[in-house]
């Protein structure tokens, strides 16, 4: 069983960063793959971006790619999403999951969500 806490979200302009984080509880956290997500108000849930157990491994969605970072540390069983070059339509809630495997990820496990608003 993993926990999942996300926070870090906030309001920022257009162009901006933000940081947030994903704390997770459970000795098990260093042999998940971990996913982030996001859900617009209107729209369904969309990936974001991917980082496999040892950190190695990352992939992004198009709309991400070059702009936001995904990295871990496991010493603190966190996740990270790193986000630069903010843009409105970037607004929602944003959600890690927890799956088994990188490859073919079956996200069994969710946080509640923290709520990135950019405004224009």
């Known amino acids: 069983q993993v926990q999942l806490v996300e926070s870090g979200g906030g309001l920022v302009q257009a162009g901006g960063s933000l940081r947030l984080s994903c704390a997770a509880s459970?000795?098990?956290?260093?042999?998940?793959?971990m996913g982030w997500f996001r859900q617009a108000p209107g729209k369904e849930r969309e990936f974001v971006g991917r980082?496999?157990?040892?950190?190695?491994?990352?992939y992004y969605a198009d709309s991400v790619k070059g702009r936001f970072t995904i990295s871990r540390d496991n010493t603190q069983n966190t996740v990270y999403l790193q986000m630069n070059s903010l843009k409105p339509e970037d607004t929602a809630v944003y959600y890690c999951?927890?799956?088994?495997?990188?490859?073919?990820?079956?996200?069994?496990?969710w946080g509640q969500g923290t709520q990135v608003t950019v405004s224009s």
């Open positions: 999951a927890a799956a088994l495997l990188y490859a073919n990820p079956d996200y069994r496990y």
């Open positions: 459970g000795r098990t956290f260093s042999t998940y793959a």
């Open positions: 980082i496999n157990w040892s950190g190695v491994l990352t």
